[in-house]
């Protein structure tokens, strides 16, 4: 089952969640996810949050704190992200391709539109940053990968797609990319900056994602007798940006083992096990420290 979604804002989620009868006593899992989170369905960023750290998975998703911060990172991946988008929507519309310029307007626009208080790095400035997204559009744009819209048929940009795929759990909302039909499969592809090159075990790391989204898009790849290839576009970020190319062909034993990752986390959340993850890694980017750290339960 597929279908259009709407997100909500932060303050609608808190009345939708307001006005919910207690998770408890409901048993439709998307009725559960409603009276718990606002939102009747997960994402995998909501799912990996809960993984990182249970007490931010509480702070930003069940107390719907608004946070105190935003790290750059985010920001600029998801500026070059808009970016990538704008060139890829240009193709889908049987456009010419966007020039550096075009893509850098859009990146700005992002940047320009950011409400939050923004977290620099050491070293970071918002000119330095703006260098790099130059030079990372650049490599991108003289790479194949630029040209990927034309490889087959261009399905879908940024297409948002939920369905009910694990048992138990709620549906599962999921953005892709890039969706391109070829005579041999759907290829689903994902547009990631990295701070440098990635290694088998990043993409270990990045395949559950993935995984749940080759089950979305389960019923067009058989409406086609096509099977699944789920790809990443990564660039990295430094003096001389990269662009490379990883794929993977989903298997069973992977799908399996990503859905009762996915169950399990649910079950916790459903179970209201919140508890803090204090790391160097988790705190540092966490924009509810303030909110953990004056906490008493
Ligand atoms: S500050 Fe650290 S322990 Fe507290 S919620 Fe954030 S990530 Fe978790």
Same mark, same amino acid.
């Given at each position: 089952m597929i279908v259009h979604v709407d997100d909500t804002t932060t303050s609608a989620r808190n009345a939708l969640r307001a006005n919910s009868p207690k998770p408890h006593n409901l048993t439709a899992p998307n009725d559960i996810a409603e009276a718990l989170i606002g939102r009747n369905y997960i994402? *995998? /960023?909501? !799912?990996?949050a809960y993984m990182r750290c249970p007490m931010r998975f509480r702070l930003q998703y069940v107390e719907g704190q608004q946070p105190e911060s935003v790290s750059s990172s985010l920001v600029f991946g998801s500026a070059i992200h808009s970016a990538l988008e704008q060139h890829f929507t240009r193709l889908f519309a049987?456009? +010419?391709? /966007?020039?550096? +310029?075009?893509?850098?307007? &859009?990146?700005?626009r992002v940047w320009h539109e950011e409400t939050q208080t923004v977290r620099f790095g050491k070293a970071e400035t918002p000119e330095?940053?703006?260098d790099l997204?130059?030079?990372?559009? $650049?490599?991108?744009?003289? #790479? +194949?990968?630029? $040209?990927?819209? $034309?490889?087959?048929?261009l399905l879908g940009v940024e297409e948002e797609l939920r369905g009910a795929i694990i048992d138990g759990v709620p549906d599962i909302l999921g953005r892709i990319d890039l969706m391109i039909l070829t005579d041999k499969a759907l290829r689903i592809i994902d547009f990631k900056t990295s701070r440098s090159a990635w290694s088998a075990s990043k993409i270990t790391e990045a395949a559950p994602q993935q995984l749940l989204? /080759?089950?979305?898009?389960?019923? !067009?790849? +058989?409406?086609f007798r096509v099977p699944v290839q789920v790809e990443w576009v990564? !660039? $990295?970020?430094?003096?001389?940006?990269? &662009?490379? =190319?990883h794929k993977l062909t989903p298997n069973l034993a992977q799908i399996h083992r990503t859905n009762e990752m996915?169950?399990? &986390? *649910?079950?916790? !959340? =459903?179970?209201?096990?919140?508890? &803090?993850?204090?790391?160097t890694m988790n705190c540092s980017t966490c924009p #509810?420290? %303030?909110? =953990? @750290? %004056?906490? @008493?339960?």
């Open positions: 994402s *995998w /960023s909501s !799912i990996n049987g456009d +010419d391709s /966007s020039d550096l +310029d075009e893509l850098l307007a &859009v990146y700005d330095s940053l703006r997204a130059g030079r990372m559009l $650049t490599a991108f744009l003289s #790479h +194949d990968a630029a $040209t990927l819209g $034309t490889s087959g048929r989204y /080759s089950q979305l898009v389960r019923p !067009i790849a +058989d409406a990564v !660039i $990295t970020k430094g003096k001389s940006p990269k &662009v490379e =190319c996915v169950r399990g &986390v *649910w079950r916790a !959340i =459903c179970g209201e096990f919140f508890f &803090v993850n204090p790391s #509810h420290r %303030t909110a =953990c @750290e %004056t906490r @008493e339960g």
